[in-house]
Protein backbone atom coordinates (compact mmCIF):
# COMPACT_ATOMS: atom_id res chain seq x y z
CA UNK A 1 0.00 0.00 0.00
CA UNK A 2 1.30 3.56 -1.20
CA UNK A 3 2.16 5.60 2.00
CA UNK A 4 0.23 8.80 0.91
CA UNK A 5 1.26 12.47 2.75
CA UNK A 6 -0.90 15.62 2.31
CA UNK A 7 1.04 18.03 0.09
CA UNK A 8 0.48 20.77 2.33
CA UNK A 9 0.62 19.08 5.42
CA UNK A 10 4.02 17.98 4.71
CA UNK A 11 5.47 21.46 4.19
CA UNK A 12 4.00 23.01 7.31
CA UNK A 13 5.95 25.48 8.63
CA UNK A 14 8.64 24.80 5.76
CA UNK A 15 7.51 26.75 2.79
CA UNK A 16 3.75 26.37 4.07
CA UNK A 17 1.64 27.86 6.91
CA UNK A 18 -1.63 27.20 8.15
CA UNK A 19 -5.29 28.44 7.64
CA UNK A 20 -5.96 28.60 11.12
CA UNK A 21 -4.24 30.83 13.23
CA UNK A 22 -5.06 30.33 17.08
CA UNK A 23 -3.99 28.66 19.94
CA UNK A 24 -6.19 27.10 22.72
CA UNK A 25 -5.66 24.97 25.63
CA UNK A 26 -6.56 21.12 25.75
CA UNK A 27 -10.48 22.39 27.34
CA UNK A 28 -11.36 24.67 24.46
CA UNK A 29 -9.48 22.98 21.81
CA UNK A 30 -12.30 20.43 20.34
CA UNK A 31 -14.92 23.19 20.78
CA UNK A 32 -13.02 25.75 18.63
CA UNK A 33 -11.92 22.87 16.19
CA UNK A 34 -15.67 22.19 15.89
CA UNK A 35 -16.41 25.75 15.36
CA UNK A 36 -14.11 25.96 12.56
CA UNK A 37 -14.98 23.20 10.83
CA UNK A 38 -18.94 24.87 11.72
CA UNK A 39 -17.62 27.84 9.74
CA UNK A 40 -15.99 26.50 6.82
CA UNK A 41 -18.85 24.11 5.68
CA UNK A 42 -21.79 27.18 6.41
CA UNK A 43 -19.59 29.42 3.98
CA UNK A 44 -19.33 26.85 1.71
CA UNK A 45 -22.76 26.00 1.67
CA UNK A 46 -23.93 28.82 1.15
CA UNK A 47 -21.93 30.13 -1.53
CA UNK A 48 -21.71 27.43 -3.40
CA UNK A 49 -21.38 29.37 -7.05
CA UNK A 50 -18.43 31.44 -5.88
CA UNK A 51 -15.30 29.77 -6.81
CA UNK A 52 -13.91 29.62 -3.29
CA UNK A 53 -10.33 28.47 -3.24
CA UNK A 54 -9.53 28.69 0.90
CA UNK A 55 -10.65 30.12 3.91
CA UNK A 56 -8.42 31.38 6.84
CA UNK A 57 -9.57 32.12 9.65
CA UNK A 58 -7.61 34.05 12.63
CA UNK A 59 -8.76 34.52 16.46
CA UNK A 60 -8.30 37.21 18.54
CA UNK A 61 -9.74 37.43 22.31
CA UNK A 62 -13.33 38.59 21.85
CA UNK A 63 -12.70 38.64 17.92
CA UNK A 64 -12.87 35.99 15.02
CA UNK A 65 -11.39 36.92 11.66
CA UNK A 66 -12.53 34.98 8.77
CA UNK A 67 -10.26 35.79 5.22
CA UNK A 68 -12.04 34.31 1.79
CA UNK A 69 -9.79 33.45 -1.27
CA UNK A 70 -12.25 33.31 -4.09
CA UNK A 71 -12.48 33.95 -8.28
CA UNK A 72 -15.54 35.85 -8.37
CA UNK A 73 -15.51 38.34 -5.22
CA UNK A 74 -18.71 40.32 -6.78
CA UNK A 75 -20.78 36.82 -5.65
CA UNK A 76 -19.49 37.10 -2.57
CA UNK A 77 -20.13 40.63 -1.64
CA UNK A 78 -23.47 40.66 -3.07
CA UNK A 79 -24.81 44.18 -4.21
CA UNK A 80 -23.82 47.23 -1.99
CA UNK A 81 -22.38 44.33 -0.05
CA UNK A 82 -25.72 43.07 1.48
CA UNK A 83 -24.46 38.96 0.95
CA UNK A 84 -21.52 39.49 3.47
CA UNK A 85 -22.80 42.08 5.77
CA UNK A 86 -25.69 39.04 5.87
CA UNK A 87 -22.65 36.38 5.79
CA UNK A 88 -20.79 38.25 8.93
CA UNK A 89 -24.20 38.30 10.96
CA UNK A 90 -24.81 34.59 10.67
CA UNK A 91 -21.44 33.59 11.86
CA UNK A 92 -21.67 36.01 14.73
CA UNK A 93 -24.56 34.06 15.70
CA UNK A 94 -22.28 30.83 15.38
CA UNK A 95 -19.62 31.91 16.83
CA UNK A 96 -21.53 33.94 19.54
CA UNK A 97 -18.12 36.61 18.77
CA UNK A 98 -17.92 39.74 16.47
CA UNK A 99 -17.04 38.12 13.05
CA UNK A 100 -14.46 40.68 10.44
CA UNK A 101 -15.12 38.89 6.79
CA UNK A 102 -11.83 40.01 4.22
CA UNK A 103 -12.34 39.06 1.21
CA UNK A 104 -9.53 38.52 -1.52
CA UNK A 105 -9.71 38.14 -5.31
CA UNK A 106 -7.65 34.83 -6.57
CA UNK A 107 -6.78 36.62 -9.90
CA UNK A 108 -5.18 33.13 -11.92
CA UNK A 109 -7.63 30.80 -11.23
CA UNK A 110 -6.36 28.45 -13.80
CA UNK A 111 -3.55 28.19 -11.33
CA UNK A 112 -5.61 27.19 -8.06
CA UNK A 113 -5.64 23.53 -7.19
CA UNK A 114 -8.96 23.67 -5.44
CA UNK A 115 -10.54 25.87 -8.59
CA UNK A 116 -8.96 23.67 -11.05
CA UNK A 117 -10.96 20.65 -9.02
CA UNK A 118 -14.13 22.10 -8.65
CA UNK A 119 -13.75 22.90 -12.26
CA UNK A 120 -13.33 19.24 -13.48
CA UNK A 121 -16.24 17.75 -10.95
CA UNK A 122 -18.82 20.63 -12.23
CA UNK A 123 -17.65 19.88 -16.03
CA UNK A 124 -17.99 16.01 -14.94
CA UNK A 125 -21.64 15.76 -13.94
CA UNK A 126 -22.64 17.53 -16.90
CA UNK A 127 -21.69 14.24 -18.28
CA UNK A 128 -18.62 15.72 -20.31
CA UNK A 129 -16.31 13.25 -21.34
CA UNK A 130 -13.64 13.12 -18.58
CA UNK A 131 -10.66 12.62 -20.80
CA UNK A 132 -11.57 15.34 -22.83
CA UNK A 133 -11.63 17.52 -19.69
CA UNK A 134 -8.82 16.33 -18.62
CA UNK A 135 -6.62 17.07 -21.76
CA UNK A 136 -7.95 20.76 -21.87
CA UNK A 137 -7.87 21.53 -17.88
CA UNK A 138 -4.26 20.62 -17.80
CA UNK A 139 -3.09 22.59 -20.93
CA UNK A 140 -5.12 25.19 -19.72
CA UNK A 141 -3.09 25.32 -16.54
CA UNK A 142 0.42 25.07 -18.66
CA UNK A 143 -0.53 27.63 -20.54
CA UNK A 144 -1.30 30.13 -17.59
CA UNK A 145 2.05 29.78 -16.50
CA UNK A 146 2.03 26.66 -14.04
CA UNK A 147 5.49 24.20 -14.39
CA UNK A 148 3.70 21.37 -13.66
CA UNK A 149 0.19 19.86 -13.26
CA UNK A 150 -1.66 16.76 -12.72
CA UNK A 151 -5.60 15.81 -12.21
CA UNK A 152 -6.60 12.88 -11.14
CA UNK A 153 -10.31 11.27 -10.71
CA UNK A 154 -10.78 8.26 -9.83
CA UNK A 155 -14.46 6.26 -9.78
CA UNK A 156 -17.19 5.22 -12.38
CA UNK A 157 -15.87 6.81 -15.26
CA UNK A 158 -18.19 7.15 -18.02
CA UNK A 159 -20.69 4.89 -16.14
CA UNK A 160 -18.49 2.04 -16.37
CA UNK A 161 -19.76 -0.95 -13.86
CA UNK A 162 -16.17 -1.06 -12.47
CA UNK A 163 -14.73 1.79 -11.27
CA UNK A 164 -10.97 2.96 -11.88
CA UNK A 165 -8.70 5.66 -11.78
CA UNK A 166 -7.45 8.07 -14.43
CA UNK A 167 -4.98 10.89 -14.54
CA UNK A 168 -3.41 13.23 -16.47
CA UNK A 169 0.29 15.37 -16.11
CA UNK A 170 2.23 17.76 -17.69
CA UNK A 171 5.55 19.12 -16.32
CA UNK A 172 6.78 18.02 -13.44
CA UNK A 173 4.92 17.79 -10.04
CA UNK A 174 7.93 16.70 -7.38
CA UNK A 175 5.96 15.52 -4.46
CA UNK A 176 9.23 14.70 -2.43
CA UNK A 177 10.61 18.29 -2.73
CA UNK A 178 9.89 19.94 0.20
CA UNK A 179 11.00 23.52 -1.08
CA UNK A 180 8.55 22.80 -3.78
CA UNK A 181 5.57 25.52 -3.94
CA UNK A 182 2.79 22.88 -4.67
CA UNK A 183 -1.28 23.40 -4.28
CA UNK A 184 -3.78 20.62 -3.89
CA UNK A 185 -7.40 20.67 -3.96
CA UNK A 186 -9.70 17.55 -3.68
CA UNK A 187 -13.36 18.18 -4.92
CA UNK A 188 -16.36 15.06 -5.22
CA UNK A 189 -18.39 15.05 -8.58
CA UNK A 190 -21.96 13.80 -7.66
CA UNK A 191 -23.22 11.91 -10.32
CA UNK A 192 -26.59 9.47 -11.60
CA UNK A 193 -23.85 6.71 -11.31
CA UNK A 194 -22.05 6.80 -8.23
CA UNK A 195 -19.44 9.78 -6.95
CA UNK A 196 -16.19 10.48 -8.72
CA UNK A 197 -13.56 11.59 -6.87
CA UNK A 198 -10.97 14.73 -8.35
CA UNK A 199 -7.72 15.47 -6.87
CA UNK A 200 -5.40 18.18 -8.64
CA UNK A 201 -1.98 19.18 -8.09
CA UNK A 202 -0.32 22.69 -9.17
CA UNK A 203 3.63 23.20 -9.33
CA UNK A 204 4.53 26.62 -9.70
CA UNK A 205 8.29 26.48 -8.61
CA UNK A 206 10.70 26.65 -5.79
CA UNK A 207 10.50 28.79 -2.88
CA UNK A 208 13.78 29.06 -1.08
CA UNK A 209 13.32 29.14 2.75
CA UNK A 210 14.59 31.82 5.19
CA UNK A 211 17.80 30.39 6.76
CA UNK A 212 17.28 29.99 10.71
CA UNK A 213 19.31 31.69 13.08
CA UNK A 214 20.47 29.82 15.89
CA UNK A 215 20.43 31.36 19.36
CA UNK A 216 23.34 31.21 22.03
CA UNK A 217 20.84 29.70 24.23
CA UNK A 218 18.67 27.44 22.11
CA UNK A 219 19.18 23.75 23.44
CA UNK A 220 21.11 21.74 21.13
CA UNK A 221 22.42 24.37 19.12
CA UNK A 222 25.86 25.13 18.60
CA UNK A 223 27.91 28.36 19.93
CA UNK A 224 29.10 30.58 17.66
CA UNK A 225 33.08 30.59 17.43
CA UNK A 226 34.56 33.81 19.35
CA UNK A 227 35.95 36.79 17.21
CA UNK A 228 39.30 36.25 16.22
CA UNK A 229 41.75 38.68 17.80
CA UNK A 230 42.85 41.85 16.12
CA UNK A 231 45.94 41.56 14.51
CA UNK A 232 48.64 43.97 16.16
CA UNK A 233 49.51 46.53 14.19
CA UNK A 234 53.14 46.81 12.10
CA UNK A 235 56.01 48.06 13.43
CA UNK A 236 56.77 51.32 11.96
CA UNK A 237 59.17 51.39 9.10
CA UNK A 238 62.56 51.97 9.88
CA UNK A 239 63.52 55.45 8.72
CA UNK A 240 67.02 55.27 6.14
CA UNK A 241 69.81 56.93 8.01
CA UNK A 242 71.27 60.04 5.87
CA UNK A 243 74.95 60.06 6.69
CA UNK A 244 76.93 63.59 5.45
CA UNK A 245 79.08 63.19 3.10
CA UNK A 246 82.62 63.32 3.16
CA UNK A 247 83.77 66.66 1.14
CA UNK A 248 86.10 65.65 -1.56
CA UNK A 249 89.76 65.63 -1.16
CA UNK A 250 91.71 68.97 -2.44
CA UNK A 251 95.28 67.54 -4.31
CA UNK A 252 98.40 69.91 -2.35
Known amino acids: MGQKVHPLGFRLGFVKTWNAKWYAGSKNYP ?11 GIRARLRDAAISRIEIERSTN ?12 VVIGKGGAKVEELRQVLGKTTGKA ?3 NIFEVRYPELDAMLIAENVAQQLERRVSFRKVLKQTVLRSMKSGAKGVRVAVAGRLGGAEMSRREWEREGRVPLHTMRADIEFGRAIAKTTYGTIGVKAWVYKG ?4 APRQVTQNAPGGTLPRPAAPPLPPPPPAPTPLVTPSAPPAVGV
Not at 67 to 73: E, F, Q, R, V
Not at 206 to 209: R, V
Open 31 to 41: ILLKEDVAIRS
Open 63 to 74: QVTVTIHTAKPG
Open 99 to 101: VKV
Open 206 to 209: DIEP
